[in-house]
């Protein structure tokens, strides 16, 4: 393990984590605000900060973030011991918005790559924290997926965006070579003339779940299925007051037959029951209530 050292920005200081700094700290994990998307929940008592400081300094590079002007500590930068290598960072909520994280994070992530000699760092993020996911694209940070997490406080489980940076990547940019555009994913449009009731179709009768929606009524939604988080079906589904009727093609595994009998017991229309085709799979064809054509897909 190689130990944190002081590090420099032009407007801060990351200095090795110390107890020293607890009582700053707790201020930070302190702050409910600041604490908002936090695995877990805002410190109670300083004791609380010493013992995570104490269990810290036994593992990877921790640095408490002060300003250069007057020492204060304002936030906290470290290396996760995770199988890939990982940051992570918090900062005093009256601190947001003026530069101070992306400032402190670069400076971590180039100690990784320079001195640690890292290939790669991630950033896990929760999908609501939009200032985190704008700091990590700032510095360079590409979103790579996302999987589900549950944390103990919170009521439900929530999706958590993983954003990566590659040593390449990261010399790239400091060289000033420009990054190639990446496609990771695309998602279908589905445009209807009432979003609530496409809404609960694909919620009550097809089992979809709804992972976000805008608008009282519902103007615009986003609808999944599926287990793992990088072999999920996405579906935008949006408001038109011209609305067109089309296809969707989606691949599974097996259980074809199932999938046909849950949606048959359930009044869904059939538009053609489960059959092999000629390129070795088994397929089925439902109607939703807008007349768009939802083909199944798996293996025979």
């Known amino acids: 393990m190689l130990p944190a050292v002081p590090l ?13 700094h607890a009582h700053d700290l707790f201020q930070v994990y302190s702050d409910s605000q600041a604490m908002r998307w936090w695995h877990h929940l805002p410190h109670q008592s300083l004791d609380e900060t010493l013992q995570m400081i104490a269990n810290w300094k036994q ?62 760092i991630e950033l896990w993020i929760h999908s609501e924290n ?37 040593a390449d990547e990261w010399m790239n940019s400091v060289l000033n070579v420009p990054r190639e555009a990446v496609i990771y994913g695309a998602a279908p449009t589905v445009e209807v003339a009432d979003v609530a009731m496409t809404l609960a179709f ?20 986003i609808v999944s299925r599926g287990e793992w988080t990088t072999e999920r079906a996405y579906i935008h589904i949006a408001q038109s007051d011209t609305p067109v009727v089309g296809s969707l093609y989606f ?12 949606f048959r017991q359930r009044g869904v229309v059939i538009e053609a ?28």
């Open 273 to 300: 029951s489960p059959q092999q085709t000629w390129y070795g799979t088994r397929e089925f064809t439902i109607l939703d209530p807008n007349g768009w054509k939802l083909r199944f897909s798996g293996s025979a």
């Open 59 to 120: 593992s990877e590079p921790a640095w408490a973030v002060t300003l250069k002007e007057n020492e204060r500590v304002i936030g906290m930068v470290r290396y996760l011991d995770a199988a890939v290598p990982g940051l992570g960072y918090i900062f005093r909520s009256d601190y947001w918005r003026q530069g101070y994280g992306s400032e402190a994070v670069a400076a971590a992530a180039a100690f990784g790559f320079t001195s640690m000699k890292l290939n790669r």
């Open 130 to 166: 939009i200032g985190s996911q704008k700091l990590a694209s700032k510095i360079g940070f590409r979103q790579r997926g996302q999987f589900y997490q549950h944390y103990g406080h919170f009521s439900a489980p929530h999706e958590t965006l993983v954003f990566g940076l590659r």
């Open 202 to 221: 694909y919620r009550e009768m097809l089992g979809f779940q709804v992972d976000y929606q805008e608008g009282y009524p519902p103007n615009f939604a």
């Open 8 to 20: 420099a920005t032009s407007r801060l200081r990351l200095q090795p984590l110390e107890h020293s």
């Open 251 to 262: 691949r599974m595994g097996a259980a074809v037959d199932e999938l046909f009998e849950e």
